[in-house]
């Protein structure tokens, strides 16, 4: 664990003091993933294959990945982690997950080892990466983090739905609600960071910053955050919110410069 020193928070444009409340002093920082992607020995050091709960989730694609299988998740060349999805022409059912739509897609995802848990230990962490997100009708990209334990809580750094928005989302509460920021990327099929800077607001909840491409693009509340553990997240699903019928060939999802850091008090 390699541990520097850095500012809480650097100001995307058009973030002004009352949006963003930045500590003058600098923190105790602690850099918890990064350079992940160099080997498959760093890979598989610091990600899970497929989702922490198995292969399928909301959509029509099933996660096919493991150490012995670089089918859907490969390394396109070090420093560059790809996900491959591909459509089936056979019947392998339906998905265990609600809403348990037809698999018609192999694909793949990984989760990190590490969770996200916002304490008084560690009140601050940043959650950034550069991504060639494919937005097309029936591709569902995410970048993501879920409890550990429990849903909520939920926050989507980076989810494209079938064309070139990008949804930046938290789901407030165990009450329910979805706070919504959606943006449009000009070529979501080049590279681009997506990043989240959570900070504990309370003795329950937290504030999330959301910054495309270095700039501020919005601020939720997550409440019942704090102490509650999550995974990190990179997937490829298909269909479901993002449209269909999906695409017919290959659908390319890449990933490089993935970070997570942490103030420790």
């Known amino acids: 664990m390699k541990r520097t020193r850095r500012f809480f928070l650097t100001a995307g444009a058009g973030v002004t003091a009352a949006a963003i409340a930045t500590p003058a002093r600098a923190a105790a920082w602690e ?59 056979w019947d392998e059912g339906n998905s265990g997950s609600d809403p348990h739509l037809p698999i018609r897609y192999h694909s793949g995802a990984v989760h990190a080892r590490q969770h996200v848990v916002v304490s008084d230990q560690f009140p601050n962490w940043e959650v950034k990466g550069e991504f060639q997100a494919p937005a097309t009708r029936g591709a569902w ?19 494209f739905k079938g064309d070139n928005r990008n949804w ?68 490829l699903q298909m269909e479901g919110s993002s449209g269909s019928p999906g695409p017919s060939g290959e659908t390319l999802y890449r990933a490089r410069n993935v970070y997570v850091g942490r103030s420790r008090a």
């Not at 990209?141 to 989810?159: Q, R």
């Open 31 to 89: 850099t918890v993933v990064s350079g992940s992607f160099d080997s498959y020995s760093t890979l598989e050091a610091a990600w899970g294959y497929r989702y922490p709960w198995g292969s399928d989730h909301n959509g029509s694609a099933r996660m096919y990945a493991s150490a012995s299988d670089h089918n859907h998740v490969f390394l396109e060349r070090p420093g560059v982690l790809a996900i491959r999805a591909t459509r089936i022409d």
């Open 141 to 159: 990209p995410a970048f993501w983090l879920t409890g550990v334990n429990s849903w909520p809580p939920e926050s989507d750094i980076l989810e």
């Open 168 to 235: 930046f989302n938290t789901y407030r509460n165990a009450s329910g609600g979805w706070s919504n920021t959606i943006v449009g990327v000009p070529d979501p099929g080049a590279w681009h960071e997506y990043r989240a800077w959570i900070t504990k607001a309370g003795a329950t909840d937290v504030d999330i910053h959301y910054y495309l491409d270095g700039r501020w693009v919005g601020q939720h509340r997550g409440a019942d955050f704090v102490g509650r553990p999550m995974w990190i997240i990179c997937n």
